[in-house]
């Protein structure tokens, strides 16, 4: 899922023949363990690994678990890229082995956010009287966790199916000897309390082409569905808010200002600033302001790095761009313009200017209107491609993090890590598109990167975006329709 959606439920899972562990999650569970995987020497790729019996709870009929279904990843690292070479392809999948790419079949990735129809449940109760089968989407980014002593130590892969409505690439994998959970929480299930016998199978089409054994696709176990025992003040477990919050440990700023910029060419490699076409369109409730979100991302093979630095008694700060090698060191940097301090209670934090800009032109391409947002903080919002060399496949472990900075910091970090975006909502007067005056007709909202290049990048000719869209209606009832782009089809959430 994007990584703007995010959940905060709590359960537990405890597993009685291991040692017990905790992990977010959306329900309290318990579980006992069956025989222990197989061994990694084992001939499938993977194996499909299930409790013997599942103990859950019910939030008036939604049960939201994984079951403790889990994809454990033997011999060699399960890994998948997937990237669509435009907006008119489908995404194509391969499985990366050591001895070449293995194409998974057509429509394998309906998006970035999984394996399509990957899991199939047939959920029947015990005694009879209720059966359901369902197919779900599967997700190989979820948390993961070592099942063997002599696995190795870390797992490189993203946590997370991040992804964005028009992101064009992305890393699914499982670490060797570690396991995954293969059913996504996203949705809930829909049982009343009682006793089920769920058996769980991973779609032959996907058996095939990884050639997995019959017995590694295939796991029963016991579901026992208990009545709500929640007892919180307030609802009960749901979606969390949305936002643009980073976990993990932020990277801290430059000790110092540089006594001098260096002068003369940068070496490679550069970060490549980009932008996405406008999304989620539509227009105010006043019906007067055309509102839309934005998305830069870096495709180049470094990150963006920007720190800035205050000036004595002032809320400005000097803006230095840093340089690295693939490796993550530092190999140059170089004044590049100015953050300033935003007050306004939604923002409170330090702004680098000159980022990008947005502007609504006419059917002839001449500017009409401008977007007052021009100054940004720099986060790491959405996977655009974690396919594009010396990608960060998890920012939030990254030692190239974002801190935005409060009003007493004397220097900030601002980072657009390689393969992800920054995405802003135009939802605020001023910024969106003031429409007042303007003639019904067809006209583009420009997404421009790098508008002025003040920074370095590997290139300026890939910096801009038009997106078509046709205002109607009249003052006050102003309305808009957008033109699809390619095959993509837009969520109807967005803001």
């Not at 026992?224 to 949305?242: I, L, M, N, T, W």
Request: include cysteine; glycine fraction near 10%; aromatic fraction near 10%.
């Amino acid at each position: 899922m994007p990584l703007r959606i995010r959940r905060s439920i709590a359960r537990t899972l405890t597993f009685a023949a291991a040692a017990a562990l905790s992990m977010p999650a959306l329900a309290s569970v318990t579980a006992e363990a069956e025989t222990p995987a197989p061994a990694a020497a084992a001939a499938s790729p993977f194996t499909l690994w299930a409790p013997a019996k599942m103990t859950v709870y019910a939030y008036g009929k939604e049960v939201w678990s994984d079951l403790g279904l889990r994809l454990i990843a033997q011999g060699a690292p399960l890994e998948l890229w997937s990237t669509r070479a435009s907006y008119d392809d489908p995404i194509q999948t391969v499985w990366r082995t050591a001895t070449g790419d293995v194409a998974l079949p057509a429509g394998s990735m309906q998006d970035f956010n999984g394996l399509s129809k990957f899991l199939h449940l047939s959920i029947d109760k015990v005694g009879g009287g209720f059966s359901k089968t369902m197919t779900r989407t599967a997700c190989l980014n979820s948390y993961s966790e070592r099942v063997r002593p002599d696995a190795p130590v870390r797992s490189p892969y993203p946590r997370s199916c991040f992804y964005n409505t028009y992101s064009v690439g992305s890393v699914q994998g499982v670490q060797e000897g570690w396991s995954t959970p293969v059913l996504g929480q996203g949705r809930p299930l829909h049982l009343n309390p009682g006793r089920y016998d769920v058996t769980a199978t991973i779609d032959p089409a996907y058996a095939a082409v990884f050639g997995v054994a019959g017995t590694d696709t295939t796991r029963t176990l016991r579901l026992v569905v208990k009545k709500d025992v929640y007892q919180g003040p307030g609802p009960g477990p749901g979606p969390g808010p949305v936002g643009r919050e980073q976990s993990g440990r932020p990277a801290q700023p430059a000790a110092h200002e540089p006594a001098r910029a260096s002068g003369g060419r940068v070496a490679d490699p550069k970060p490549d600033l980009r932008s996405l076409p406008a999304w989620s369109i539509r227009m105010a409730g006043n019906g007067n302001y055309l509102q839309f979100s934005a998305t830069v991302w870096n495709a180049g093979d470094s990150p963006l790095v920007v720190d800035g630095f205050r000036r004595a008694g002032e809320d400005e700060m000097d803006a230095y761009q840093y340089f690295f090698d693939g490796a993550g060191n530092q190999t140059g940097y170089q004044q590049v313009g100015q953050m300033h301090w935003d007050p306004r209670p939604t923002h409170q934090h330090w702004h680098f200017e000159d980022f990008a800009s947005y502007t609504l032109l006419k059917a002839d391409k001449t500017e009409v209107v401008k977007s007052r947002k021009e100054a940004f903080c720099l986060a790491n919002t959405d996977a655009v491609d974690q396919t594009v060399p010396n990608a960060a496949w998890n920012v939030d472990n990254s030692d190239l993090a974002t801190a935005c900075g409060d009003y007493g910091a004397l220097s900030v970090r601002e980072v657009l890590a390689s393969g992800w975006g920054d995405t802003y909502a135009q939802f605020r007067a001023g910024q969106s598109f003031d429409l007042k005056g303007l003639p019904n007709g067809t006209y583009y909202i420009a997404v421009t990167a790098n508008p002025n290049n003040t920074l370095v990048e590997a290139s300026t000719d890939n910096n801009q975006t038009l997106r078509k869209v046709h205002i109607g209606g009249s003052l006050g009832h102003r309305t808009v329709r957008v033109d699809q782009v390619g095959v993509i089809v837009e969520p109807s959430f967005g803001f």
